[in-house]
């Protein structure tokens, strides 16, 4: 199905059961610890072995020797594959390192070896025999040194954010330099980890010269086209099988190092291998998010209405990488006629830096939220006004380009109203609550919404059960209720009379998991396959398909009502089809907007951080679900208060590592971090974005929580930090006197 056009009217716009606030379908499963993740598929082949992924103990160099005499005379061994054993196998799609093969390390904790053994602890036992001999060569490890020689670089983060090397509209130095009222900062993002639940795991099993792995990813198509690529196979070889994934964050949208080695485990074993990689190896061996150094300057008149806006960021990366897109939001969030975006790239020889939720809005926004609020304090405004009268209807480097539904004001007003802002006392420092300064923050969020097509098969079986098959995958968003309820909304049937099967690459190709982009055209993929199966039961049961109604169970034309099981009486029937898109987002700008507002208190002793209650407000067409889309934002508003609070991988400088590669200590918030959170969806639709009139949500969460939070903690104690992690340390001297 090609969407050309905006959507007119269609059965999704009954809201039967689109619209809904509905449990999660998979709910029962995953509280029972019955949904099968990938490491726990012990049923799909028989006699597994275990992997234990064995990472380089250097940052940059090359191996000389691999002594694996011991660990292949160890107890319970099978195999053990070494890097010097196998060539240089080819990158994947979005892989800048090397997952496996060769002497050449290019970062710490790259794969050099993988022994399989009958048990894990065999496996793990015997890894540790591995000798290895390194040729360590001198790295370039520290952002803030490397960042006077990185190079400008433009670039797209593959997910819906990108900018040029430079962007300019109208004359920003002129403008600048003329603005009486102006702000030139710096501010800094840390390296951070995805740090999911789940860890990268895989059970491969090849029959013949045909693989299957049962892996976590969140895109299926990528990572069999990505396999067949590594290995030098044909695509129709390779299957991957993906029903459940314990959390990604943009992580696990390529294939790693995981599913490559339990291959050639399985492979050099001649039975099945599962491996799951270590935490430390899910921080170093990866992917992250890249550090930044960002510069934003803003010059207003002295009635606060912005002229000049540039945002400037540079960030590392190995030297096939990528940028961190943070300047992306700049060029569409604020009005202002004169206009500069940049971006550099370091070269450095830390673990792949690549996409993280939210890739270049997350820490972009942390950036220009803070620089917002700054502006807003010497122009004598109030923040949330600022915001509203810098306010576009048009992308501002392209004003004949609309936007195609915007209203961050929306947003930003009943935001203002729900929370109690005008309350808020604007000087910093003057609110007490026993031992603790109180302040209130708020910031806008942006997410750009991305259009990619997706494919689906629905079945009809003579029981009138419909049956929807595809690759997409569910990483803990509710992909196989919203699904459910798009073909139930489609085919008039109650939920318990759909199947979703997802996550195996047998499947129609779906758009995938990644970008927040999941939801909208997953569904639409959905729609168009169950468009065509309602003609065929229409042509089957004799129906003029523009009259049938598809409701109750039933196909209705006239007086006439037929049970829709009995379309299928005499054989199923099935439909396939695929959303595709014309170049509808190229003639007007799709986005996603929020109000996010935080309270915090500050010990007036200690400066620990408490976060009180915080709060969103969003503007992201339908809400397919009403239930599982505020799970997504409360869970991008809690991974916000991770980045603004204590996310921070340590770089050791010397060695090129992450320091605290594991849990214990790469802290992320627990239940007791987070209060009362509040999420309110604005009631719109968008007909230029897809059939289903929605937009993605999940990422939307996160935009901007860190900066409010940020502006919050400033509020309370009148000390502005810059530098992210809003730590004790970088508050403790410079607290107002607790008289």
């Known amino acids: 199905m090609k969407f050309d056009t905006p959507a007119g009217t269609n059965p999704i716009d009954q809201l039967k059961v689109v619209g809904r606030a509905t449990d999660r379908i998979d709910g029962k499963y995953k509280t029972t610890g019955t949904a099968p993740y990938a490491y726990e598929r012990h049923d799909v082949a028989p006699n597994q072995a275990y992997g234990y992924v064995l990472g380089a103990g250097i940052a940059k160099g090359r191996v000389r020797a691999i002594d694996a005499g011991a660990a292949t005379r160890a107890p319970g061994v099978l195999a053990v594959v070494t890097t010097l054993d196998t060539p240089k196998l080819g990158l994947g799609r979005m892989n800048y390192a090397t997952l496996f093969g060769g002497a050449e390390i290019q970062h710490y904790h790259q794969a050099i070896a993988v022994v399989v053994a009958e048990t894990f602890e065999q496996a793990r036992a ?9 040729a ?20 797209g983060s593959g997910e819906g954010s990108g900018s040029g090397a430079e962007d300019r509209t109208g004359d920003f130095e002129g403008a600048f330099a003329r603005a009486p009222v102006t702000l030139d900062e710096t501010y800094t993002t840390p390296d951070e980890s995805h740090a999911m639940m789940e860890p990268h795991a ?18 299926i198509a990528w990572g069999k086209e990505s396999v067949a690529k590594i290995f030098g196979i044909p695509k129709e070889n390779v299957r991957l099988d993906s029903p459940y994934v314990g959390g990604g964050f943009g992580g696990k949208l390529f294939v790693r190092a995981d599913a490559v080695l339990a291959a050639l485990g399985a492979r050099a074993a001649g039975r099945p291998v599962k491996v799951a990689l270590t935490r430390p190896l899910v921080a170093n061996n990866t992917t992250h998010r890249p550090a930044t150094l960002q510069r934003v300057r803003i010059g207003a008149t002295k009635d606060g209405v912005i002229t000049a806006i540039a945002h400037e960021s ?26 500069l975006t940049a971006m550099r790239l370091a070269h450095l020889d830390l673990p792949e830096g690549n996409a993280m939720r939210a890739p270049g809005e997350a820490p972009g926004l942390m950036a220009l939220e803070i620089a917002m609020d700054e502006m807003a304090e010497k122009l004598g405004l109030d923040p949330v006004e600022f915001r509203i009268r810098n306010d576009t209807q048009v992308d501002p480097g392209k004003p004949e380009r609309p936007f195609s539904h915007r209203d961050l004001v929306g947003c930003l007003r009943l935001g203002a109203d729900r929370f109690g802002w005008a309350r808020r006392n604007p000087t910093p420092g003057q609110v007490r609550d026993g031992h603790w300064l109180v302040g209130v923050g708020m910031a806008a969020g942006f997410r750009n919404n991305l259009l990619t097509k997706s494919g689906a098969r629905v079945r009809l079986d003579r029981a009138g059960t419909v049956t929807v098959e595809t690759d997409m995958t569910d990483i803990g968003t509710g992909s196989y209720t919203i699904i459910a309820q798009t073909a139930a909304e489609m085919m008039g049937l109650p939920l318990d009379r759909v199947v979703v099967r997802l996550g195996d690459s047998d499947h129609p190709a779906s758009a995938g998991s990644g970008g927040q982009w999941g939801a909208n055209n997953a569904t639409a993929g959905v729609y168009a396959a169950c468009v065509k199966l309602r003609e065929a039961v229409a042509q089957r049961l004799g129906i003029n398909s523009a009259d049938a109604v598809f409701a109750d169970g039933e196909v209705r034309s ?9 379309a299928a009486a005499q054989g199923g029937l099935s439909a396939e089809d695929t959303i595709e898109y014309g170049d509808l987002s190229k003639k007007q700008q799709q986005s996603t907007f929020a109000g996010h507002f935080v309270e915090v208190g500050v010990d007036v002793d200690t400066a ?24 997504q934002v409360i869970g991008g508003m809690t991974m916000g208060v991770g980045a603004a609070l204590m996310e ?10 992450f320091v605290n590669h594991d849990l214990a200590g790469y802290e992320v918030p627990v239940h007791a971090d987070i209060p009362h959170q509040e999420v309110v969806f604005l009631d719109e639709v968008d007909p ?10 999940g990422e939307l969460g996160l935009c901007g929580v860190g900066a409010a939070l940020a502006n919050a903690v400033y509020n309370a104690t009148g000390v502005r930090v810059r530098d992210y992690p809003l730590t004790l340390d970088k508050l403790l001297d410079r607290m107002p006197d607790a008289a």
Not at 126 to 134: C, G, K, Q, T, W
Not at 205 to 218: I, R
Not at 688 to 697: E, I, N, Y
């Open 558 to 566: 006239g007086n006439r009502a037929v049970p829709l099981g009995e």
């Open 202 to 219: 895989t059970v491969a099993a090849w029959q013949g010269d045909k693989l299957t792995l049962w892996t976590s990813n969140q895109m």
């Open 608 to 631: 620990e951080v408490r976060v009180r209650r915080m709060l969103a407000v969003c503007a992201a067409g339908r809400i397919l679900n009403p239930k599982s889309a505020r799970s």
């Open 126 to 134: 015997a890894a540790f025999l591995v000798r290895v001999d390194y």
């Open 648 to 657: 921070e991988l340590a770089v050791d400088k010397r060695r090129g590592f």
């Open 314 to 339: 540079t960030s590392g990366n190995l030297p096939e990488g990528r940028p961190e897109t943070a300047v992306d939001q700049t060029k569409l969030l604020y009005a202002g006629a004169n206009r």
């Open 688 to 697: 230029m974005s897809s059939p289903m009139k929605a937009k993605g949500v």
């Open 136 to 155: 360590p060569e001198a790295g370039r490890f520290d952002l803030a040194a490397e960042a006077k020689s990185a190079k400008p670089v433009g670039a």
